[in-house]
């Protein structure tokens, strides 16, 4: 019997480069609320070896401290929680051996809200007009927008409520501006096929003959990396075992809350 192998990845995270803006609300639930946070510099320091940044904390009663981090995209919300959690487990450990609960609320956050985001997504055709109206038109049957899918509704692990939404935006290869409208239909379809095989909860798709945007929910075990190039390697696959995309991709967190959500 021979043995089917898995394709080869195209892009992998050696040969593309990133463009990211990354931002997580984390609440971890003491047992006990701390008296202050003399910790939060020990803590800020540890978790910056791992590429993780801690840019503000607040105590939330009766026994919450919810973290506002930005990181870059090779750290999923699983890995994410561990290296905050352990960190602080171990600053503390002296004077609180059992300082927090395990469970955990992770949420995604973004300069713009999950609304704008997706009718950002939702108008992509309005925002760039090309020079035929009628290719135009029969565009806009290639565009998704998934009535079915609501990114505000939470997810859950065994020790997690979390909202992990992303905007991923990768660009055409040059070619595709000659495609015709069978070619991107053809295109559309596959989002929705991967999607669906790859557990994305997509909710909108903006597709142009040059680039494509696209707003999903994914399981806390991926990283916006992971996401991305599953998405560009499955499509690439999908379409010929061929470099269609550029090296090259943008992700973005969002949610139901923006940036200034933690200084309220």
Request: glycine share 4%; with cysteine; hydrophobic share 35%.
């Amino acid at each position: 019997m021979t043995t089917m192998t898995a394709p080869s990845p195209i892009y992998t995270p050696s040969n593309v480069t990133p463009a990211y803006r990354l931002y997580w609300s984390f609440d971890l639930f003491w047992h006990t609320l701390p008296r202050d946070a003399s910790w939060l510099p020990s803590l800020t320091d540890a978790i910056r070896t791992h590429e993780i940044r801690l840019l503000r904390h607040r105590f939330v009663p009766p026994t919450t401290s919810q973290f506002l981090l930005s990181t870059r995209p090779m750290h999923s919300p699983q890995q994410i929680a561990k290296y905050v959690k352990g960190n602080l487990r171990h600053i503390v450990r002296e004077d609180n051996p059992d300082p927090f609960h395990r469970n955990y609320g992770f949420r995604s956050l973004g300069s713009s809200k999950r609304k704008v985001v997706e009718r950002y997504i939702e108008n992509q055709l309005g925002h760039h007009r090309v020079a035929d109206p009628r290719f135009e038109e029969q565009m806009a049957e290639c565009q998704i927008s998934n009535t079915e899918v609501d990114l505000s509704i939470p997810r859950r692990t065994s020790h997690s409520r979390y909202w992990y939404n992303l905007h991923l935006v990768f660009v055409n290869d040059a070619r595709w501006r000659e495609c015709g409208l069978d070619w991107f239909r053809s295109f559309r379809d596959w989002i929705v096929r991967i999607a669906e095989k790859r557990g994305f909860s997509l909710s909108k798709a903006g597709i142009l003959p040059d680039h494509v945007h696209l707003a999903f929910g994914a399981g806390s075990e991926k990283s916006p990396e992971d996401a991305a190039m599953c998405w560009m390697n499955n499509l690439a696959h999908a379409l010929g075992m061929k470099p269609v995309f550029q090296a090259g991709y943008y992700v973005a967190t969002f949610g139901e809350y923006d940036l200034g959500a933690l200084a309220e």
